[in-house]
Structure formats: structure tokens, C-alpha cells
């Protein structure tokens, strides 16, 4: 839903990502835990996963702008804001938006890290298009990227199967046309839900000792149940709610462009949506659950093979540790 006062709209003019080569699939997990391929695709969908053997999260988010500024004629000097989404950061201090302004030589840039787990880059989506639609900046870069194999334990049947490393890049410039671009979002966070996902060291709460390494607590612990529950009810309820907020259908809704973490989740979000399996965003069976980067590399993949169109509209949706979850609605503007 349009707000009355507003001048300009966010919108995305150019899209990049980055996967490293190394493929894990099923088959590996079958010989270093107890599972099999049947599981992990009837449970997940999930076929298989990539991990950086050659870097960091910076290096996969560099790679990923990289790829976009092959696509555009905006040169990295010209961006004036990198927001990096992520929960895997190179460390603590400094930024890695920083690591990569440095590493894209966008001299002219500011920029920050932000932490929302799975939503990261629909709440760094939002951040970015509001320093536009204020007016003080014209081209602000929305990265979402994950280096998830370095906590992850791979001797964890629950979790490692899941996920995978990757970057994926947006362009937020200004465009005078209110029905397009970032349209209308709702948010949310929810601490509540802080001990289902989450790691349990590594931060002020419970600082490195050799007590915390031996306890395996600087990996993902997530209660994939108690998640599954709230997740389903949390993307399917808000993905509804921006439908009816905006007037829309099933059938207005050209993709709904959800986070990849279950192949059943986002079965139930579409469901609830009214939206058919034709227009669901998938590339969980490829690449796995890569946190910040899920949702922009669907939305660069489905773009780059012509299945995107000026116009489209699209519901991006999303839930998280935190809990963090939410749901934005943009309509596509690029030819
Ligand atoms: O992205 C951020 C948000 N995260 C999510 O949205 C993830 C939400 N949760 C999920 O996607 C699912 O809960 C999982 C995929 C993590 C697990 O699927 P599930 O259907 O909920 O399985 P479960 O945890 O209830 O486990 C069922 C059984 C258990 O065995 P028992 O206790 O019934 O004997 C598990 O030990 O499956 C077992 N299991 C496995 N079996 C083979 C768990 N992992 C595996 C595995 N291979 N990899």
C-alpha cells in the first residue's frame, strides 16, 4: 500500500550472485552421517548444497556484486550505501560491508551489517529502499550472503544436511513511479523464539573457551520441529495478510518468491496464498537453505532465465531465528 506523502519509490535495477563450484550432494551426507537421499528430498527438497573452499562471507558478497556490476553500467564508485545481510560475518568487527566496499573498490560508499537470520535480506530490502524513498541516496546495494558451512557441524545429521554457502546482490535506485519497485512490507521480529535457532557461543553471552568448543557450541543448534511449526503459520500468515492489504489474489500475484528452508513450508505459504506451484520461487533442491542469500538468488535466477517480467508482481516472504519473519511486496520494473 502506497503511504500519501511519499515522493519516490525503491526499486530494483540490477541483480547479481554468486555460488561456489564445490557441490555437496545427498550421496556425501549418506557416507559422514546417518541419513539418505530420500530423507533429506521428501523431508527438505533439498538435492544439494555448495561451500566455499577459497574464502569468506565477504568473498562470496564481492563475488555476488561483481557479477551484478557485469550486468549494469553503474560503476561500484557510484554506490552510495552497502548493506550487508548476514549471520555469518568474516567477524565480529569490522563490517564485512566494509571487507567489501574495500573489495569492490566502491570508494564512495558507506554501509553496515545487518542480522535478521533468514529475513536479512527482506529487513535489509526495507532498510535500503527507505534511504532512497527519503531522498539522500540514489543507489544503495542490498547484498544477502551466507558462509553457513563455517557453523556448521557436519557430524549433526539435524542440521548440516541443510545448508549451503552463497551471495546475491540487488541495486536499489530511485524511481518517480509509486506503483513500482518496493510497494508495501510488514515486518516483524519476535525474541521469544531466540532458544529454537540459534548459536550458543561465540558472543558476549557466552565468550570462545575451550569449554564452548568442546561442547560443540559455536555451531547452528536449531529445534526443527518447534521452527517447522511457527514458520509455516508465521510466512503462510503474513504472505496473506500483504495480499489482502494490497487488494491482490492468487491470481495478481505473478510469483511468490519465498525464503528456501523446507520445500514444505513453502508448499503451505503458497497454499494459503491461493498461488499455484507454477508460481513459486524454488531453488532449495539446488543450493539448500543459505540463509540471507535465498531469496535475492531466486529472484536473480528466475530474471536472468526470462521468467520475470516489468510488471510482475511478487511477494518475497520470509521467517527466521530471531524469530524474525515478514513479507514484501514489490513489483518488478526491470525489462
Ligand atoms: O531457515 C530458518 C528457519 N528454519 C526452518 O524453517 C527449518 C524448519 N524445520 C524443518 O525444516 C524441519 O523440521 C527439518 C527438515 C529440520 C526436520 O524435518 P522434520 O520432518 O521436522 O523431522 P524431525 O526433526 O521431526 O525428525 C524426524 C525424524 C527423527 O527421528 P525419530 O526421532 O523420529 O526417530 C530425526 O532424528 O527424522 C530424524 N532425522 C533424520 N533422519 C535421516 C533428522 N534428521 C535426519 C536426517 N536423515 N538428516
Redesign the pocket.
Known amino acids: 500500500m502506497q503511504s500519501k506523502n511519499k515522493l519516490r519509490n525503491a526499486t530494483i535495477t540490477a541483480v547479481g550472485m554468486y555460488v561456489p563450484p564445490k557441490v555437496l550432494d545427498n550421496k556425501y551426507?549418506e557416507q559422514i552421517?546417518?541419513?539418505?537421499d530420500e530423507?533429506?528430498v521428501t523431508?527438505?527438497g533439498i538435492k544439494e548444497r555448495r561451500v566455499i573452499e577459497d574464502g569468506a562471507t565477504s568473498d562470496l558478497a564481492a563475488r555476488a556484486c561483481e557479477d551484478l556490476f557485469k550486468t549494469t553500467s553503474v560503476k561500484p564508485e557510484e554506490i552510495d550505501c552497502i548493506i550487508v545481510a548476514t549471520v555469518t560475518p568474516d567477524m565480529f568487527f569490522p563490517a564485512t560491508a566494509c571487507l567489501v566496499q574495500n573489495k569492490i573498490g566502491a570508494k564512495n560508499a558507506w554501509g553496515f551489517d545487518l542480522s535478521a537470520?533468514?529475513s536479512g535480506f527482506l529487513f535489509a530490502l526495507k532498510t535500503g529502499a527507505s534511504l532512497i524513498e527519503g531522498g539522500t541516496y540514489k543507489k544503495v546495494l542490498v547484498v544477502g550472503a551466507d558462509k553457513m558451512s563455517a557453523i556448521t557441524d557436519y557430524t549433526d545429521?539435524?542440521?548440516?544436511?541443510?545448508f549451503g554457502d552463497a551471495a546475491s546482490a540487488v541495486l536499489l535506485e530511485p524511481t518517480e513511479n509509486l506503483e513500482e519497485g518496493i510497494v508495501d512490507q510488514i515486518l516483524h521480529i519476535d525474541g521469544s523464539g531466540k532458544e529454537a535457532?540459534y548459536m550458543k557461543a561465540g558472543g558476549s553471552l557466552n565468550p570462545a573457551t575451550h569449554e564452548t568448543v568442546d561442547k560443540k557450541m559455536h555451531y547452528i543448534y536449531?529445534d526443527?520441529?518447534a521452527?517447522?511449526k511457527v514458520?509455516v503459520k508465521g510466512m503462510a500468515d503474513v504472505s496473506y495478510e500483504i495480499m489482502q492489504k494490497n487488494g491482490l489474489t492468487g491470481d495478481d500475484v505473478a510469483y511468490l518468491v519465498p525464503?528456501q528452508?523446507?520445500l514444505?513450508?513453502i508448499d503451505a505459504t503458497a497454499e494459503r496464498m491461493g498461488v499455484s506451484k507454477d508460481k513459486v520461487m524454488i531453488n532449495i533442491n539446488k543450493y539448500g537453505?543459505t540463509?540471507a542469500a535465498t531469496i535475492p538468488m531466486c529472484l536473480t535466477e528466475y530474471y536472468r532465465a526470462g521468467k520475470v517480467k516489468k510488471g510482475d508482481n511478487l511477494i518475497l516472504a520470509a521467517?527466521?531465528?530471531g524469530w524474525t519473519w515478514g513479507s514484501i511486496y514489490l513489483k518488478w520494473s526491470m525489462e
Not at 552421517?33 to 539418505?36: A, G, I, L, R, S
Not at 545429521?157 to 541443510?162: K, M, P, S
Open positions: 551426507f552421517v546417518d541419513t539418505n530423507w533429506i523431508r527438505t537470520a533468514c545429521r539435524n542440521t548440516c544436511i541443510l535457532l536449531q526443527g520441529k521452527v517447522f514458520a525464503h528452508a523446507n514444505r513450508i537453505n540463509t521467517f527466521g531465528a
